[in-house]
């Protein structure tokens, strides 16, 4: 706090408006740099596209630039304001927006090092930020919930999945390997496994021996079949829950009860110093 | 109604064919339309197969006009029964009964402009409103409303699954672009990126460095992964609604309460005849 | 039963173990003739195989003559043991058994029509029978149930699926025409539509223009969303099941109470005549 | 027991180590042999590329060497440490260890023999008894109760799958076999049904035809819309299990129930002092 007084006012005010977004001026900053991150990632594609990239080189570059220079200012613009600098630098978006601003600078000392302007895509997670869209995934805590409390779950039905694609894929390769049909290594016959299990099949490697097509249609029905497993295991949470809660209700609802002396009603409440049948007093 | 009574006979009559479905004639008028909807889909279809369009070339000309005439007299009943045509004309229905009636009319002056005529596709549209098939859907109110509330979860987890399909298709353009496996540029890499995460996996851009495959790996096992979070999404709404129910319910059972003369003591059973706090009498 | 009476005792023996299932006789037929089906797919599908058919042919045309043999006498033995044959011949499964022993005889006199033989697939649906595998199924009542009641939903998402792929892929056509890549008519565009909504991605058809990369993507990530939808569907009906159960119960154990005139204890029941309370006589 | 006894001292102390995971000693040799197992894979993977292969072809052999030497050890060491060699020998486990142990002494005699390393990769299973993953999973014993008790649904669904295949594949055999699409023999044509239904799609084999993409299309739908059946059937378990809990429920809650001396009614509230059908006074 103490640092915050003998800060510079103008100081105080450039955080207010890059760090906060509750004001107007900090909700403009947002969206201008919403704006200019989406601008420099369509530029960095359409670069990409050479036909493009050689009529349009130059404006391309001269555009890049500008956006560079706006994202250096506003690195600088955090670094600055912020009371301890580190915990910026260090933090996860302050090496997103280090690594989306430097490369372009990098492009005069090593050629090739531009094709690296591509990382600043990662700062398209600011969008989230921005956004606050995390809330609205937020808002729905049972789902959120039940997505933690089920992600062992889910690391372990992955793992298994992984090791599955070891094993079946090491299998096509035996079987596989002589015919010309793509399983060259083990490590492309897993990554074939992979490809299969998930339903993506791209086909760049398919099996030709009718052994390898058997086990291949095996593979393909496990993942046809497990891919009920991750919604099982979400699902499973969200039917468990309401059990929870139910028991959480019940719990509350069931206060303990004593018994009159008098009349042996049961169900006195706890607290209750006199039968409310009989009026007896309970102890 | 002034409006309506002021309006010949013979308009009124045709203004309920077309527009209600409850009258004989209407029913009729819908089936006729059905019909002459899909007929012109399939001629569409038939002519653009090259040895169809040589073989019936002429036949299927005429057809097509019969067809287009059909519907311009349709077009231009629709638009003098009703009321103010306007609101015909500019709605979604009356823009796309436009569109696909013209493109024929165009083909005089424009050549090529015929094979607009294929948007008459958008009319099959149509069919959901002839069939009243909303209304089934619709019947559906739980899912439905389980929809609509999750469309903001759904639209951030799709917006989530672009913004990673941008950020992994640029990873791969860095790692791939120099191979000969597609990835000739970021737009592509992303549109192979969506391709693979979504499990469709055509395979016309594969990758084929061993970085490459592995990175694949990991996008088609999240891919694989997050199939479930859609589900999970909406089963989410529908395993909430009953809580709401229950609590309803909860409050419909509520036992009324009586409170002490005595001690105020304010949640004396209905049926208790002595406080259970002080022991006064309670009637 | 009097067609029962004059009917000589072996046909009553042959019709109890051919179409009962419960007798030590009945058990054995119904076992070799599942054998025998399994059996003569196994041989269609080899002698299918150019290689095998080559070097077995004599064998593999011996056997499958056997095979047709046995399963001409069991269709004979069928219709005869049967009280009204025509039930029989022009059922569904008569009509399979006619149709999967009748092609070998046709091969004399029109060659090339032995391929039909193939049709002898069908029979595998004998196995439902045979093994009674459809009880299984029904044990799950509630699946069955849940399934019934959706099924006008889940026919009117596949008509919106297959009316959405007409749409984008006449658009696809348009917009792909021009390249060669595949989208040669709008029949074709439609298939790969279909292809790639259902996210199988055969990748013989795929757009290479951007615009066309675009749709597809939309197109993919639509396909990917909605696989949601049938499950949710189903799910639905799961979800709102227990809700009626629980109303029912509710119904059932919200007995009707009155008044005690005497102590207005409020939860007597129905047919009570005294109030268990303070011993009043309730009318 | 007594075994034990006359068992010397080292052997128990081995024995401890090698096959209980609770003791520093044993934690420590389990993780080891993970590490060991991992780096075996992987080396029999690097093998697998030619490329490397070659480089490191020395290193790598010396490497392995090592590995299977330490295998073996570990192997010998379980047969003498446990008390029935044969219980282990003939394990599971024991048997894996065995065939993944022995190949590399084989490639002495045997040339090729030593690709069968590659069935080391079943090793990777041991993980699961190291991690205890087994235990995360078995934790959801509700999801772990859900499989089993939908096991033979699932059992009767994929068998329907696979007979669905096998008709669709002969069908598809019939139509597609003239054209030069990859159906050249029923097997293929059902392992590409089974490619196509559960939406792999490689699309090394793919309809040329009109009419076999109209039943490639039709296939791919069924195939969408029965992904979500695995899934219902699995949530079905779900969604019956809590009804099963409220009963239990209901059970403990329904309140205990007195008899009435004089007219014998037995469900009179614990609570009621006179009986509500003669108004006899209960104790």
Known sequence: MTNEENKPDWKRKLYKIIYHTDTPAGKLFDLVLLVLIIASILLVMVESVESYANKYGTFLNIAEWIITILFTIEYIARVITINNPKKYIFSFYGIIDFLSTIPKYLSFFFIGSHSLVALRALRLMRIFRILKLARFIGASNNFIRAL??????????????IILCVIL???MYLIESGEDSGFTSIPRSVYWAIVTLTTVGYGDIAPVTSLGQLIASLIMIIGYGIIAVPTGIVSAEFATQPNTDA???KAIEEPETKTCPGCLTSDLRKKAQYCYVCGAEVK
Chains 1, 2, 3, 4 share one sequence.
């Open 148 to 161: 933690r409390a089920s992600r062992v779950k889910i690391a372990v039905f992955l793992s298994f999945v």
């Open 169 to 171: 894929g090491t299998v």
């Open 247 to 249: 028991k959480a209700k």
